[in-house]
């Protein structure tokens, strides 16, 4: 069984989710682990900067986005970038200065294997805002403006 997680977070802070461990193929879905072999797809600039953004697909079926599909959004091909870090702040990742990322999405997309069919936690700390699909299924939604920090 091939299990993929992707997020939508905005760009204006840090997160961290458990799992993974940055290898060429996918790795093993392992208890009490934290991701840290992601590719990341941005920023978007939100077309409502009164929006959180999560309600605007920025790409095609957000829900079965995959690593190494072209993007375009308005006119701009979007790549994606590889990071290796357990939190990531998306202001110092794409670069953006605090006005510039205040008002961004971005995707964040990581890949895990199951030998079997199992339950697993999803734990996710985040700043403003995102959304979690497995598989291609909602599993997870915030829009509570918090901050987050690595435990």
Known sequence: ML???????????????????????????RWNQLVDSWQLLGPFPKPDTSQDGLGFPFVEDEAHLEFGDVVFYEGKLYTW?????????FKNV?????????HQAAYAWAEFTSPISQKAILSIGYDDHYVAWLNGEEVGRGADDTAANLD
């Open 3 to 29: 299990s993929r997680i992707l997020l939508i977070l905005l760009v204006s802070g840090i997160w961290s989710c458990p799992q993974l461990v940055a290898e060429d193929s996918p790795p093993e879905l």
């Open 81 to 89: 970038k590889s990071v290796n870090q357990q939190a990531i702040s």
């Open 94 to 102: 794409f670069g953006l200065n605090n006005q510039e990322g205040n």
